[in-house]
Nanobody, 123 residues
Framework: QVQLVESGGGLVQAGGSLSLSCAIS????????VAWLRQAPGKGREDLLC????????YYLDSVKDRFTISRDNDQKTVRLQMNMLSLEDTAAYYC????????????????WGQGTQVTVAS
């Protein structure tokens, strides 16, 4: 059974950092690209960034380019999102997603998501 389970969300002060994890099971992470996206009430979905099978990062949202980094540990079957310099606008539910393909080609209807983890940034 394919599962993506996000964790690490919580409350953080503006300007602070948070690290999210996406635990993978049910498929071979070695050959899959994994992306992160977020949803906030009233804002719609924002696709953030993606890491390919070959460890190449593709950013989908310019506002996170200098603040968020993505990494993968295939042995631990985990993809991490390191978020720095958080602002109130980063408050959202964060999700990891994959379509099991090796490349970052955007997040589409074939992607499977986890259940999400909430990040709340306070002033």
């Amino acid at each position: 059974q394919v599962q993506l389970v996000e964790s690490g969300g919580g409350l953080v002060q503006a300007g602070g950092s948070l690290s999210l994890s996406c635990a993978i099971s049910g498929f071979n992470l070695d050959y899959a690209a994994v992306a992160w996206l977020r949803q906030a009430p009233g804002k719609g979905r924002e696709d953030l960034l993606c890491i390919s099978m070959r460890d190449t990062t593709t950013y989908y949202l310019d506002s996170v380019k200098d603040r968020f980094t993505i990494s993968r540990d295939n042995d631990q079957k985990t993809v991490r999102l390191q978020m720095n310099m958080l602002s109130l606008e980063d408050t959202a539910a964060y999700y990891c997603a994959t379509d099991f393909g090796p490349n970052c080609l955007g997040i589409g209807s074939s992607h499977v998501w986890g259940q999400g983890t909430q990040v709340t940034v306070a002033s």
